[in-house]
C-alpha cells in the first residue's frame, strides 16, 4: 500500500474540485537550470545514463521538491524512450538535441514497426515505482508520453527541426504510411503509459509538442485522432484512484475545442492563449494548465511575481466545478535563475490564496 | 508616367474587388530554389551584395515571373536593412541566417537608436525604380519590411533564435527600454515604406514573422500596437491609386479581429489558421492572403494541386467584396522543387476560374 497522499490539490484540479490554493508545478521542472541536476548528471555521464538509471531518475525528480514546494512531481525521462524502445537508437549529444541512429521514412521502415516490448522500458516503469515510494505520499507523481504526432516528427526527421520538412513530406505525399507510423506510435504510447499507471503514476500527461506546426485540417487528421486514440486505451481508475489525463498542445490554440473533446481531463496551454477567454470556452468540462511564458522568469522577482498574477487573474477567482493547475506555457529554459521559481511558486500560493478570500468575502 | 498595369488581380483582391482568378503569388517567390537565383547570387558574391546591387536585384525579382504566371513581384530585398542602415551591421554568413555585429541590449544601445537617414536605404529605393520599369505593368510590385516587433527581436538577439530569450528578458525586465525601441522602430520603418512606395512599390507588405512568438497581452502591447503605428503614417495613395497594405503576423492565429483592426487592408494568415473561419470573421472588413504550409511542395504534383483546392475551398466561392490572394504561409523552402510550384500556380488560377464559374451557373 502506497502512503496517503499529503497534497492532493493538483489532483483535486485536474477533477475541477475545489483547491485552497493553485497547484503548481513547472515543465521540465528537474532540469539544468538546477546546479544539483546537473552534478547528478555529470555523475551519470550522460542523459540517458540519467534516465535510465531509477536511482538517479528518482533523485532529480525530488530535486525540485526540495527547493519549492511544488504541488507535483513529474517522473524524469524523455519524450522519445518509446521510438528508443522500438530499435531507433536514441542519443544525446552534449549541447544538442535528441538523435536517432536510424530513421523511418521509407516504406520499408514503417512496415518494420511495432509496438515495443514493454520490457524494454522496465527502466522508466521501475523509476515511477522508485520515486512514489522516495515521494512517500508528498505530492502526487505525474507519469508522461510524447504524442504520436511528436514522436513521429523526431522518429522521421532523425531528430529535432525546424521546418518539419521530412515528416511533412511524407505525410503529404505517402499519408498512408504516415497513419501507420501513428497507430503504430499509438498504441505503443497507450500500453507505456498504462505500464506507467500501474507502476504509480497518479496522473498522465501527452506531450504534443509539435502538434502546433501542422495545418488547420492535418492537426486534427494527423495529431489529434492520434492523442484521442491513446486516451481512448488508458486506463482511468487504478487501486479505487481516478487517474486525470492531461493534453498539452504547444501552439494548439486555434484548435482547443476540439482538443478539449479528445479525452483529456486538463487541456494544456501555451502563452498564446487567452486563460480567460479559454476557461469561457472550455472550463465547463476540462480544467486548464498554463500559461507563464518560461522568459519572464528572466525578469527580476518582482516583474515575476507581477506576470505570474496576470496568469491568475486571466483565470479569474475560481469558482466551483472550475479547475486551474499553474504552469509554464513550455518547459523552464535551462539558464533559467532558480530564484525566479521561488518568486513564481510563492506568487502562485499566496496570490491564489487571495483570490479565493476575495471571492469568499 | 508608368506603363499602364495589365494584371491587376492582386490589387483588386486586396481591396476586396471582383477578379477573375484569384491572385497568387509566393512569399520569398525570388529565392534559393531557383537555380537563377543561385547563379546570380554567385555572381554577387554574397547575400548583401545581391541586395544592395539594382541590377542584380531587378534581376532576381523578375526570375519567378519568368518561369510562372504570378500575379505580382514583391521586392529582393531583406527585411533588415532598417537595422543595418541604422548602423548596427548586418551580414548573412553562409548557410546560416542573419547575424548583427551590434546588439541593442542595454539603455546605451537603446538611446544610441534613431530613425536612419534614409539616403541609407537609397538602394533599396533604386531597386524598387529598376524593378517597376523592368515589370513595365506586366503585374504590380509589393514593397515590405519586417514589422517593429521582428525587427526589435534581431536587434537584441543579434540574430535568429528560438527562444527569444534576449528580446523577451528585456521586454520583461525593462519594458521601457523595449517601447523606446519600438518607437523608433516603428518610425523608422513608415519612412522606409513611405520612400518604397515614392519609389513606385504598388502595395506594401509588415512582415511582423515572430510577433506569434509573444504572449497573449504581450502581443498587442509590444507587437501589434507598433505595427498600427507604422500603418497609420503610411500613404494611402500614390499618383492617383490606393496603395493597399498587407499586415503577416506568423503564429498570429489567434488575434485575428485585433490584427484586422490595424489599418491593413490585407491580412496574412499561416497554415494553422482555417481560411473559411477567418474569411466569416473578418472577411467583411479586410482580403485574406495564405494559407498553403509551404512544405506542401514536397509532395508530387497531384498531391500539391488537391492541398491547392482545399485552400480554395476552404476560402469558397469569391462574392462581392470578399478577397482572397493565394500564397504560402510562410516563405517557400529553399529546398523545393521548381516544378511544385507549376503545379500550385496552375492550380490556383485553373481551380479558382471554375469555382467563380460554378457560382455564376
Known amino acids: 500500500m502506497s502512503a496517503p497522499l499529503q497534497n492532493d490539490s493538483f489532483l483535486r484540479a485536474c477533477l475541477r474540485q475545489p483547491t485552497e490554493h493553485t497547484p503548481v508545478w513547472l ?9 544539483e541536476y546537473r552534478a547528478t548528471r555529470a555523475k551519470a555521464g550522460s542523459f540517458m545514463g540519467l534516465a535510465t538509471n531509477r536511482d538517479y531518475a528518482t533523485e532529480v525528480t525530488l530535486q525540485p521538491l526540495e527547493r519549492y514546494p511544488l504541488d507535483a512531481a513529474i517522473l524524469f525521462s524523455d519524450i522519445l524512450t518509446v521510438p528508443d524502445a522500438m530499435g531507433l537508437g536514441l542519443s544525446f549529444a552534449i549541447g544538442e538535441g535528441p538523435k536517432f541512429e536510424k530513421v523511418v521514412r521509407d516504406e520499408a521502415a514503417v512496415a518494420a514497426l511495432e509496438v515495443p516490448d514493454m520490457n524494454k522500458l522496465r527502466y522508466v516503469f521501475d523509476a515511477v515505482s522508485s520515486i ?20 513521429a516528427c523526431y522518429m522521421v526527421e532523425g531528430g529535432g527541426s525546424d521546418d518539419y520538412r521530412q515528416v511533412k513530406s511524407l505525410m503529404y505525399a505517402r499519408p498512408d504510411l504516415m497513419h501507420r507510423i501513428l497507430q503504430v506510435n499509438a498504441d505503443a504510447v ?5 505500464a506507467q499507471i500501474e507502476a504509480g503514476a497518479q496522473a498522465v500527461m501527452l506531450f504534443d509538442s509539435w502538434g ?6 492535418m492537426f486534427q487528421r494527423f495529431s489529434l485522432d492520434y492523442s484521442r486514440r491513446v486516451l481512448a486505451q488508458l486506463k482511468t481508475e487504478h487501486e479505487g484512484q481516478r487517474i486525470p489525463r492531461i493534453l498539452f498542445t504547444k501552439g494548439g490554440g486555434l484548435w482547443l475545442d476540439e482538443i478539449a473533446d479528445a479525452g483529456a481531463d486538463v487541456v494544456g496551454l501555451d502563452w498564446t492563449v487567452n486563460l480567460g477567454r479559454a476557461r469561457a470556452q472550455l472550463g465547463h ?12 522568469l528572466f525578469a527580476p522577482p518582482d516583474a515575476v511575481r507581477e506576470q505570474v498574477r496576470a496568469v491568475l487573474d486571466s483565470f479569474g477567482a475560481p469558482g466551483p466545478d472550475s479547475g486551474h493547475i499553474f504552469n509554464l506555457g513550455h518547459g523552464i529554459s535551462q539558464h533559467t535563475p532558480p530564484e525566479s521559481v521561488t518568486a513564481l511558486v510563492d506568487e502562485v500560493h499566496a496570490y491564489s490564496r487571495l483570490l479565493r478570500q476575495r471571492r469568499g468575502g
Not at 27 to 35: C, E, F, I, V
Not at 190 to 194: K, T
Open 285 to 296: 468540462k476540462v480544467a486548464l494548465q498554463g500559461n507563464l511564458d518560461p522568459n519572464v
Open 190 to 194: 497507450a500500453a507505456y503509459l498504462n
Open 27 to 35: 515543465m521540465r521542472q528537474a532540469g539544468r537550470y538546477l546546479p
Open 132 to 151: 512514489r515510494k522516495a515521494l512517500n505520499g508528498r505530492v502526487p507523481l505525474i507519469g508522461f508520453s510524447g504524442s504520436p504526432w511528436t514522436l
Open 212 to 217: 502546433g506546426v501542422l495545418a488547420d485540417g
